[in-house]
C-alpha cells in the first residue's frame, strides 16, 4: 500500500514564498516518477511538476523559473519550493508518485496553497 501526505500549504501574500512537502510510505525501493499537480475551483486538475528517479525535471510554463521540484530518496520526500507566487497559483495542489513496473499513479489527499492580492 503506498500513501501519500502532503504538508505545507497556507495562506501567503503575492510574492511570497512556501514550500510544499510530500512523504510516501509503502514499498519506497520502487518510488519512481515524483510529482505535483494542482486544481483550482472549478478547473480540472492540472500538471505542475514531476521528477524523476534520476532527477530529471519538468514544469507547467506557468510555474517556470519560479517553482522548484526536488526529492530526497533517503527520505521519500519531494517538494515543492514555490516563489513569487502569483493569486493564479490558488489551489489544492496534490502529490503523485508510481512505482516501477507500474502504470498506476497514487495520489495524497491534497494540500491549499492560497495567495492573496
Known amino acids: 500500500q503506498v500513501q501519500l501526505v502532503e504538508s505545507g500549504g497556507g495562506l501567503v501574500q503575492t510574492g511570497g514564498s512556501l514550500r510544499l512537502s510530500c512523504a510516501v510510505s509503502?514499498?519506497?525501493?520502487?518510488?519512481?516518477?515524483m510529482g505535483w499537480y494542482r486544481q483550482a475551483p472549478g478547473n480540472q486538475r492540472a500538471f505542475v511538476a514531476t521528477?524523476?528517479?534520476?532527477?530529471?525535471?519538468n514544469y507547467a510554463d506557468s510555474v517556470k523559473g519560479r517553482f522548484i521540484i526536488s526529492r530526497d530518496n533517503a527520505r521519500s520526500t519531494v517538494y515543492l519550493q514555490m516563489n513569487s507566487l502569483k493569486p493564479e497559483d490558488t489551489a489544492v495542489y496534490y502529490c503523485t508518485t508510481n512505482l516501477a513496473g507500474s502504470g498506476r499513479y497514487y495520489w495524497g489527499q491534497g494540500t491549499q496553497v492560497t495567495v492573496s492580492s
Open positions: 521528477i524523476s528517479s534520476r532527477d530529471s525535471t
Open positions: 509503502g514499498p519506497i525501493n520502487r518510488i519512481n516518477v
